[in-house]
């Protein structure tokens, strides 16, 4: 069965610092996407980046990236230059059966 | 585009009643999922509808139910309610089934929460 894995419930960091988030995940699958959402206090849940899995590229958007390391089946979210605005629960999600973690709880401190 | 919006909001139910919450997905997605989000679970995935079928379904009892319309809209009944009941759930609209292999990106919506008293 496909599970995620966070295990970092609750972290915080100083603004302009980078922080990285944590995600283990198993499946059965050999082609697959793993997706981080970020959710803000009272707001919608947003998506934040994704990874296809037969690619070996980690992918970026802006401040964020990913370590995808594939055969150990991690797949981390690092956030550069941390914002006030990055203060949010993180969900690490894999698209088969829709599998998501428990999320873990980013405060970024002024 | 008008984004995902969910109603009601807010719902208080007791134990043993039924309730049903309603999706309105994003124009021209045919693809709603819906989640149950609770904090020492996170988010558990109950089941996606694609053209008025559903695709997927997640690991709960019977008593979550749900369906989908042809305009997309779907919505999702719970019965005989119970107190671990109370959460938020959440609906998410794609363009093509998110589980899939190809894998749609999903737009959520605020959420309605659901408390059983």
């Known amino acids: 069965a496909q599970t995620v894995t966070q295990s970092q419930p609750e972290m915080s960091v100083q603004e302009a610092e980078t922080v990285t988030l944590s995600c283990t995940y198993d499946?059965?699958?050999?082609?697959?996407?793993l997706f981080w959402y970020k959710q803000p206090p009272s707001r919608q849940m947003i998506l934040v980046i994704r990874?296809?899995?037969?690619?070996?590229q980690n992918a970026t958007e802006n401040r964020f990236s990913v370590n995808f390391q594939k055969a150990a089946k991690s797949f981390s979210l690092k956030i550069s230059d941390s914002q006030l605005g990055d203060t949010a629960m993180y969900f690490c999600?894999?698209?088969?059966?829709?599998?998501f973690g428990t999320g873990t709880r980013l405060t970024i401190i002024p | 585009k008008a984004g995902v919006t969910q109603t009601p909001r807010y719902l208080i139910k007791t134990r043993g009643q039924q309730v049903t919450l309603s999706c309105s997905p994003i124009?021209?997605?045919?693809?709603v999922s819906w989640y149950q989000q609770t904090p020492g679970q996170g988010l558990q995935f109950l089941f996606e509808?694609?053209?008025?079928?559903?695709?997927n379904k997640g690991n709960f009892p019977g008593r979550f139910s749900g369906r989908q319309f042809s305009n997309s809209r779907s919505e999702m009944n719970v019965s005989t309610l119970e107190l671990g009941d109370s959460a938020l759930y959440l609906c998410?609209?794609?363009?093509?089934?998110?589980?899939?292999?190809?894998?749609?990106?999903?737009?959520f919506g605020p959420g309605t929460r659901l408390t059983v008293t």
């Open positions: 998410a609209s794609s363009e093509g089934l998110a589980g899939a292999l190809l894998s749609y990106e999903q737009y």
């Open positions: 499946t059965s699958e050999n082609n697959y996407y």
């Open positions: 990874q296809e899995a037969y690619k070996q």
């Open positions: 999600a894999l698209n088969e059966k829709l599998t």
């Open positions: 124009s021209g997605h045919r693809s």
């Open positions: 509808y694609f053209s008025e079928t559903q695709r």
